[in-house]
């Protein structure tokens, strides 16, 4: 069955240090990836996708994540944090039969720290 | 132009009730996608309409059922409530329905809770 994998419920870092979110999937076929962010109380803001192509895929906010098929995994890095950066963060992958259908991992919560 | 919108924003049932709840697409858009966030979980998806059509369907109950309407704008209705329906309901609106899929628009939700 596909799922998504998000290792870390919780994870806090200091203004200003890098970050990495880990995420891995289990898909057997192509998958469609995503990392999406949800602010308190607000719904879900794409970041960032990859279908194919260039491995390592640039977003919004100064995001990036870098597929690994041999690792199955989509991790989310941003070179330097802002507080405004806390958030919850959800990877994702799309299923594609007759509908689109996307599986979110169960999530991981960023602190920043001052 | 105006993002997905959901209404009501909260909203207080009790078990055994019906509820609905109500997503506007933007402007443009024919898929409405429609999808539970039990607090400390991620989003699992419940439908997809498309073109007034149910295109899929995740592992609900058929307590939860959904229409999408000719202006692209859709209804979620949960019957019988219980206690384990207390979620954000986030629907979401893509323009098309294409492989790769295309990006999904969130709205902000509607949080039930049910007592």
């Known amino acids: 069955a596909q799922s998504v994998t998000q290792p870390d419920i919780h994870i806090t870092v200091s203004e200003g240090a890098s970050l990495e979110l880990r995420c891995n999937y289990s898909y057997g076929a192509t998958p469609y990836l995503f990392w999406y962010v949800q602010s308190p109380g607000q719904g879900l803001q794409l970041l960032l996708k990859y279908f194919s192509g260039d491995t390592l895929v640039q977003g919004i906010k100064g995001f990036e994540a870098e597929f690994k098929r041999s690792q199955s995994s989509f991790n989310l890095r941003k070179p330097s944090v802002h507080w405004s950066d806390a958030a919850e963060y959800f990877c994702?992958?799309?299923?594609?039969?007759?509908?689109?259908?996307?599986?979110f991992g169960s999530g991981t919560r960023l602190s920043i720290r001052p | 132009d105006a993002g997905v919108t959901q209404s009501p924003t909260h909203l207080i049932k009790t078990r055994g009730q019906q509820v609905t709840l109500r997503c506007s697409p933007i402007?443009?858009?024919?898929?409405v996608s429609w999808y539970q966030q039990v607090l400390g979980q991620g989003p699992q998806f419940i439908f997809q309409?498309?073109?007034?059509?149910?295109?899929g369907r995740g592992n609900f109950p058929d307590r939860f059922s959904a229409r999408q309407f000719p202006n692209y704008s859709s209804e979620l209705n949960v019957n019988a409530l219980l206690l384990g329906d207390s979620a954000l309901y986030l629907c979401?609106?893509?323009?098309?329905?294409?492989?790769?899929?295309?990006?999904?628009?969130f709205g902000p939700g509607t949080r039930l809770t049910v007592t």
């Open positions: 994702a992958v799309a299923l594609w039969s007759s509908a689109s259908k996307i599986i």
């Open positions: 979401a609106s893509s323009s098309v329905l294409l492989r790769p899929p295309n990006e999904q628009y």
């Open positions: 402007s443009g858009h024919k898929s």
């Open positions: 309409y498309y073109e007034k059509e149910e295109r």
